[in-house]
């Protein structure tokens, strides 16, 4: 593609008028990352957390709006959309900005406007209108494009944005920003890399060991003078007492309690802290256990200031809602200055704890990893309980990245001088396990793309076949694929050299070296051996033959020429070498139907993707190898040969070769880098075919159920291109196949639940099932599903996640008008999972009554959409900002 255009005119001035608004020098990165703007690139920004980063995307909205054009603002969460939403708002004034989330849709065509990811990515996709005059896009926390779920969307967005418009990526620190950037740089022009590693505040690591033999825990530095401490490792070392009277030993090291770890924090004055908890209960377990033990953090106009805060964030909330949720609990806590921060929290909540922490008041926040990728809360102090986490199956020790992910919250920039982080002593894991991953360096970002159905119906939709494999060709997936791949061919090139080699060593001019070696003993020695049969010479050679090998077969159309497309043993050890002639016929040869050995001829390179059951890969290797010129053979060569048996190896020509030694030697470790040769062709064809394999397998599936003909889309396609779901082709299917038909709205949902609610345990094992007249709707889902998922595994895909009614009877109540009281209860679920799954579903239902067909069922979307849409759910959509200034010119 295209690079960007250049300089934009006055860009002097607006910076001049940028940096004068700002009150303060910027820092050299973000010096650096506005100069690149300037310039008329593209910039990826890697820094750590609270560097300043978006200092730059903000910079690229003042370009935007001096030049006339829009900005973007992406970010992955809703949460994250709205907070810069209100900041934004805030310097430019409600009318200079707009929001687009699934709840929200403030002021869309405004010249600056926020979104969730997946926003721009239909909007791309649907060639929307609000894309003209668009001049910069920011990638907020592009990081995420390796997140196995959601990652893929930020490479559709990179690779399909119209390349006038020039990026700003935001991301954490990562160890390999040069290649990305680079990647950015192929796929849309001038490209920048700028990269801060300097913490804006310094981070100093601390360890917490809790010692039965002494009167309090120990905080210790995790390094001195650079160095993991010597009196951590001692005292980790040494975690027994001296054996009791009955003569066993107690452990003298404990993990500190949760009450012991603030109240030492309070002590060593680094409050406020973010103390990481990674299960959503056991938060709630710490803020209940420190109120029972009166730990109190505030004072009292402290708590006078919370609780305003608190009844602004829920003023929203019926007081009936407030009861349901545990309102007075909750802010009891609060008030004492401790809180939780989970998904399991209403929204309300969660932003109300946000804003009481960010103005100092609230001192604790016990919160799970999510809380790391999500709104500005700096502190003073981050803990991390435990070094590993559960995923749901089994414990996952935290990587590098993690921990510099959750340790970047330490520390706030322009109050504290020093941030803490704090690991608390395990008794399984090792203090050098703790040193080692707090010096470690950032993980390397990776790729989670791979085709959906959606993105290969709008591929299909867009572009002619061959740009649409150029494009998924173009992902950062196949980028580092093909890095991997040059180093590949590198490594082959040297071994076919040292192959080319050995088979110059291996020739004899007296005769075959091949034939020779099978007449000697095992260990080469010089002595006959048992007389080989005429059949276990036909089975040697064919053990021999490769892929790419072309064969004179007696009696075979086309001049004998078989091209050799794949190889196989058959139970029993029996060898089958399937070929093409030059006619496109397919051939099955086996050593019983031979009357002699088959000896390859030349060799020659087969299609790509290698696919030797297509007929595509068929006619292809047919056509190579009718164009093929091959050496002139002996007729004598194309004639059956009935060998007579062969005489010891004494006898043989070679046998009176004085370099016979070194031509068996040379001819074995020929075998040996052919071997080498032929693995390293297969690694290489893997790679490079794997994202545009997985597009063909998807295309597959398509044209086998109903979305694709050729390279046209059908009418059930053309709808597919419109769901944006992880389940897309199962809905479009349930649709087609009127599972949706004839319900009323609570119905609807509840039936549509199916697909946006995944049990935290095991499938169904969260809520209840859906209503009984739905049922047999239910059945036919997982019907659908169960087939789908056959077809995805025959063809090497993952499946589609299978359906989930796990919510489908509360979906059905609050649909229905139900209270909360009734719908949330102790023993179903969360108030914040009710209202996370509540906004999924909203997002889907409006999708439906969009794509639907069927007049009715779209009705029915429309209506169980609105009806949802109420009470928690709604209050728990709401943007809050303060009245910003009126716009700057």
């Not at 007389?531 to 036909?538: A, D, H, K, V």
């Not at 164009?627 to 060569?637: C, F, G, K, N, V």
């Not at 009806?867 to 910003?884: D, K, M, N, Y």
Request: net charge neutral.
């Amino acid at each position: 593609m295209s690079s960007a255009e250049a300089v934009p005119a006055g860009a002097t001035s607006v910076r001049s008028a940028f940096l004068a608004a700002l009150g303060f020098e910027p820092d050299p990165f973000q010096a650096r990352s506005m100069d690149a703007l300037d310039d008329g690139r593209s910039v990826l920004v890697a820094a750590p957390t609270g560097a300043g980063k978006t200092l730059v995307a903000e910079y690229a909205i003042a370009l935007a709006r001096a030049e006339g054009g829009k900005a973007f603002y992406t970010s992955p969460l809703k949460a994250l959309s709205n907070q810069k939403y209100g900041d934004l708002v805030r310097r430019y004034g409600r009318d200079g900005v707009g929001l687009l989330t699934g709840d929200n849709s403030i002021n869309p065509s405004a010249p600056v406007v926020v979104m969730t990811t997946e926003v721009l990515r239909n909007m791309i996709y649907a060639r929307s209108g609000a894309l003209e005059g668009l001049r910069y896009v920011v990638l907020d926390e592009v990081h995420y494009l390796q997140n196995p779920y959601r990652g893929a969307v930020w490479e559709e967005v990179i690779i399909h944005l119209a390349p006038e418009v020039r990026l700003v990526c935001l991301s954490a620190t990562v160890s390999n920003a040069e290649e990305f950037a680079g990647w950015i740089e192929t796929v849309r022009g001038a490209t920048s890399a700028v990269i801060e590693e300097r913490r804006p505040v310094e981070l100093r690591n601390l360890y917490m060991v809790g010692d039965r033999g002494s009167e309090s825990a120990h905080l210790l530095p995790t390094f001195v003078d650079g160095r993991p401490n010597p009196e951590a490792a001692s005292l980790d070392a040494n975690r027994s007492l001296p054996a009791s009277g009955r003569g066993r030993r107690q452990t003298r090291l404990y993990t500190p309690r949760r009450t012991e770890v603030v109240e030492a924090l309070a002590e060593a004055d680094i409050l406020p802290a973010i103390y990481f908890i990674f299960s959503r209960a056991a938060c709630d377990d710490a803020v209940r256990n420190c109120l029972n033990e009166g730990l109190r953090l505030t004072a009292v106009e402290e708590r006078r200031q919370i609780r305003g805060l608190a009844e602004t964030h829920v003023s929203a909330l019926s007081d009936d809602d407030l009861r349901v949720l545990g309102y007075d609990t909750w802010i009891s806590a609060l008030e004492a200055g401790l809180a939780a921060h989970h998904a399991g929290m209403v929204p309300p909540f969660k932003e109300a704890v946000e804003a009481c922490f960010s103005a100092g008041l609230v001192k604790v926040v016990f919160a799970t990893e999510t809380l790391a990728l999500g709104v500005n809360m700096p502190a003073r102090t981050v803990v991390i309980e435990k070094l590993s986490k559960f995923t749901g199956d089994h414990h996952e020790f935290l990587t590098s990245g993690e921990y510099t992910q959750l340790t970047g919250r330490a520390g706030r920039r322009g109050i504290d001088s020093l941030g803490h982080a704090v690991v608390l002593w395990s008794p399984f894991v090792a203090f050098e396990q703790v040193a080692a991953l707090a010096s470690r360096r950032a993980n390397a970002l990776t790729s989670s793309f791979r085709p959906t159905f959606n993105m290969a119906a709008n591929l299909v939709r867009r572009y002619a076949p061959d740009h649409a494999r150029h494009l998924l060709n173009l992902s950062f997936a196949q980028y580092r694929t093909d890095a991997e791949v040059v180093r590949l061919e590198t490594q082959l090139e040297r071994t076919q050299a040292a192959l080319a080699e050995a088979e110059r060593l291996a020739t004899c001019h007296l005769g075959d070296v091949g034939e020779y070696r099978l007449l000697l003993r095992p260990g080469g020695r010089d002595r006959p051996e048992t007389r080989t049969s005429p059949r276990e010479e036909i089975r040697l050679a064919m053990e021999r033959i490769r892929p790419g090998d072309i064969l004179l077969v007696p009696g075979v159309a086309a001049g004998g020429r078989v091209a050799v497309i794949s190889t196989a043993r058959r139970k029993g050890g029996e060898m089958k070498v399937t070929g093409v002639n030059a006619d496109g016929r397919r051939l099955v040869l086996t050593a019983k139907e031979l009357g002699a050995p088959l000896r390859p001829v030349a060799r020659m390179a087969l299609p790509t993707p290698y696919d030797p059951t297509a007929n595509r890969f068929l006619r292809e290797a047919a056509a190579n190898l009718s164009r093929l010129s091959l050496p002139r053979i002996a007729e004598s060569e194309r004639r059956p040969r009935h060998r007579r048996e062969p005489q010891a190896a004494v006898a043989h020509p070679v046998g009176a070769c004085r370099d016979r030694a070194v031509h068996v030697r040379a001819a074995e470790r020929a075998d040996r880098l052919r071997s080498d040769a032929e693995r390293l062709e297969r690694r290489i064809r893997s790679r490079v075919e794997s994202v545009a394999r997985q597009f063909d397998r998807v295309l597959g599936i398509m044209k086998r159920w109903g979305y694709v003909e050729d390279w046209s889309l059908t009418e059930a396609g053309n709808q597919l291109c419109r769901i944006y779901h992880e389940s897309d082709l199962l809905i479009a299917e349930c649709l087609g196949e009127g599972i949706f038909a004839g319900l009323d709205a609570p119905s609807l949902v509840a039936v549509a639940s199916g697909f946006t609610f995944e049990s935290r345990g095991p499938a169904g094992s969260d809520g209840l099932p859906p209503p009984r007249h739905l049922r047999e709707r239910c059945a036919r889902v997982e019907a659908l599903a169960a087939d789908l998922n056959r077809d995805e595994e025959a063809a090497g895909l993952i499946p589609t996640r299978s359906p989930d009614f796990g919510f489908g009877a509360v979906a059905h109540a609050w649909a229905s008008g139900r209270p909360l009281r009734e719908v949330v209860g102790e023993d179903t679920l969360s108030g914040g999972d009710f209202v996370r799954n509540t906004k999924s579903l909203i997002d889907l239902v409006r999708q439906l009554a969009q794509v639907a067909v069927d007049p009715a069922t779209a009705a029915a979307a429309r209506a169980g959409a609105e009806a949802l849409f109420r009470g928690v759910v709604a209050a728990s959509s709401l943007v809050s900002v303060e009245s910003g200034p009126a716009a700057s010119p």
